[in-house]
């Protein structure tokens, strides 16, 4: 089957303004001024009202947290309060609640025109054994893309640690359990559904044999690594207590120094550590929405592209951002790098190339994330017919400028899964009526 997306209003790629040509599930073909696809095509789908992308990358998320969003225990607090408040309630997290969490959070960012996501997973309550393969089947019922990181947590109170014993595993059911959901899920290869990432939670909720033998696996099992790194001062100051050195050097002390890692939003670095990082190729995922929600600072995303580092979005947790909408995460992004660094040096060209590609980059992924023959059909489209776009002249501008926040059709590996703004195979309705009344359990 060849699909020519035809005629775009606009679309993020360059001499591609007659759209391009799907072929199974990848790019076959993109279609110059005044030019035709070079061979027959099956369908033609008229894009004259839709601004075409390539599907969002999410790379930083909790699904769980979507069960407890905006909860009064913790609204208003900086991030070690507000995790000391979520930790016993999150403790009751059950399969069927996690499930629930997974597809509703899943959809909202296909919702939102993102085609591949990640999952940072570290809550393992008894009972919850199984949490990747859940993520995993959810993902592969709704077609999406995603990097499912197996989190962990080894360091409770009682060592030193934030987190209470309830929500912790010891270090070898870790190990364990992460080679088992390795050796069952993760694909390597180029066009893969399903990655496993492995992600010791931050440096206040793991110890640091725990980070070295994580890498050694990830090594073993060619994949990404991923933690929380540098997002607030009150971690900081854990560090040198605990260990008597800053996190970046834990980072490089445990192994973690390599395009292999991706953190989670990177925002206390001082000049000569942005250096090391660009110099390692590390990734960062710049969570802007949960910095300004929990006001933990500002990541240095030009410094730390300009030093060689990628640097790509994430929405964060539900607790703390607390949706999860890629397009909001791309118009964050730039308002609040515009109060640093003003108005010229981030455009919505770099925004929407962090959501894409530099996303894609985090997880180790060059198939994704940019409109070139040979890369994955993963395209998100919107419409401009809202109010809040009459009267916008540049459309690529606008989705970000009027603040575009709902895809009208995605498609991943080369099928439909959103059209007209709602999933493709199932009823949204029924799917937030049951989402809201497992919330319940969490009041
Ligand atoms: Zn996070």
Known sequence: MRIWIKDPLAILAADAARGLVVEGTR?????????????????????????????????????????????????NRELFPWLSALYPIWARLKPGHLRLAVRLALTELMLSGCTTAADHHYLFPPGLENAVDIEVEEARALGIRMTVTRGSMNLSEKDGGLPPDSVVQDEETILADSERVLKLFHDPKPGAQIRIALGPCSPFTVGKRLMSESARLAERYDCQLHTHLCETQDEERFCLDMYKVRPVDLLEETGWMSKRTWLA??????????????????????????????????????????????????????????????????????????????????????????????????????DIGRLAPGLEADLALYTLDEPRFSGAHDPLAALVLCGAHRADRVMIAGRWRVVDGAPADFDLGELVAAHKAAARDFA
């Not at 590390?282 to 933990?296: D, F, K, P, Q, R």
């Not at 515009?338 to 060209?349: D, K, M």
């Open 27 to 75: 790019i076959v073909e993109l279609v110059a001024a005044g030019g035709a696809p070079s061979a027959p095509v099956d369908v033609e789908f008229d894009a004259s009202r839709h601004v075409v992308l390539p599907g969002l990358v999410n790379a930083h998320h909790h699904f769980y947290q979507t069960l407890t969003r905006a909860h009064p225990s913790a609204i």
């Open 265 to 366: 939003h990177g925002i206390h670095f001082n000049s000569e550590e942005i250096g090391r990082l660009g110099r390692a190729g590390v990734g960062v995922g710049h969570c802007a929405a949960s910095n300004m929600v929990l006001a933990s600072g500002t990541c240095r995303t030009c410094e730390l592209e300009a030093a060689g580092a990628t640097v790509g979005l994430g929405v964060d947790g539900s607790a703390s951002n607390d949706s999860s909408n890629m397009m909001e995460a791309a118009r964050h992004a730039l308002m609040i790098g515009r109060l640093r660094y003003g108005a010229s040096a981030i455009t919505h060209l770099d925004v929407l190339r962090w959501g894409t590609e530099g996303s894609a980059r985090c997880l180790g992924r060059d």
